[in-house]
Nanobody, 122 residues
Framework: QVQLVESGGGLVQPGGSLRLSCVAS????????MGWFRQAPGKERAFVGG????????YYADSVKGRFTISRDNAKNTMYLQMYSLKAEDTAVYYC???????????????WGQGTQVTVSS
């Protein structure tokens, strides 16, 4: 089983940028496809985007396409979520997720991080 720990959340003004990290330990990081989800207050957890094992393919929810970028460094056991042009509606707890299957909105996730809060407010 892989263990995941997110970091990098915080308070940012609208239009600002933030980079989240997800560090994995335990099983080989490169065995897993990875993804990011978020949960806003009063809403269900939603898929943000994903990246395949080798990092070649990335894909995003329409709500973040063109503003968010996912990458991974398998040598550092780390996945990143670079967020640009942040909006108030991006405020949520952000979770990283791992699966041996391609990560999408309905994928059975095998490991979750504990979450990191992102607040976009002036």
């Amino acid at each position: 089983q892989v263990q995941l720990v997110e970091s990098g959340g915080g308070l940012v003004q609208p239009g600002g940028s933030l980079r989240l990290s997800c560090v994995a330990s335990g099983r080989t990081f490169g065995d897993y496809n990875m993804g990011w989800f978020r949960q806003a207050p009063g809403k269900e957890r939603a898929f943000v985007g994903g990246v395949t094992r080798g990092g070649v393919l990335t894909y995003y929810a329409d709500s973040v396409k063109g503003r968010f970028t996912i990458s991974r460094d398998n040598a550092k056991n780390t996945m990143y979520l670079q967020m640009y042009s942040l909006k108030a509606e991006d405020t949520a707890v952000y979770y990283c997720a791992a699966s041996t299957k391609v990560v999408g909105p309905t994928t059975q996730i095998e490991a979750w991080g504990q979450g990191t809060q992102v607040t976009v407010s002036s």
